[in-house]
């Protein structure tokens, strides 16, 4: 384990309050323990925005290296107006033959 090394930190009033209040009620033995565990979940806060950052360029990357051909917007509308079109004849349908 690496040597402590001690600093000067200034938190706001209810920073302090809080980290008295998790000391007085025995969740951590001391301020800095309460100030390590903070630095701590933001080290592993941290590394998580890394690694969702990570998987995203990721994707992003796939995605501009796909050689699988582009739709273009009018084509996706057109695609999309025909589902829709074809569920609402099926519901039609299925309607239909409820009432028969």
Same mark, same amino acid.
């Given at each position: 384990m690496e040597p402590a090394e001690k600093l000067s930190v200034t938190v706001t009033p209810a920073m302090a309050r809080m980290i008295r209040e998790k000391v007085e009620d025995g969740t951590f033995g001391s301020a800095s323990e309460v100030i390590r565990a903070a630095l701590r979940a933001f080290?592993? +806060? +941290? =590394?998580?925005?890394? +690694?969702?950052?990570? /998987?995203?360029?990721?994707?992003?990357?796939? /995605?501009?290296?796909?050689?699988?051909?582009?739709? /273009?917007? =009018?084509e996706a509308i057109d695609r999309v107006k025909s589902r829709i079109s074809q569920r609402e004849r099926d519901n039609d349908d299925t309607a239909s033959r409820r009432r028969s």
């Open positions: 080290q592993r +806060e +941290e =590394e998580e925005h890394a +690694e969702r950052m990570a /998987s995203i360029r990721a994707r992003v990357k796939a /995605s501009i290296e796909d050689t699988r051909p582009a739709v /273009s917007l =009018e």
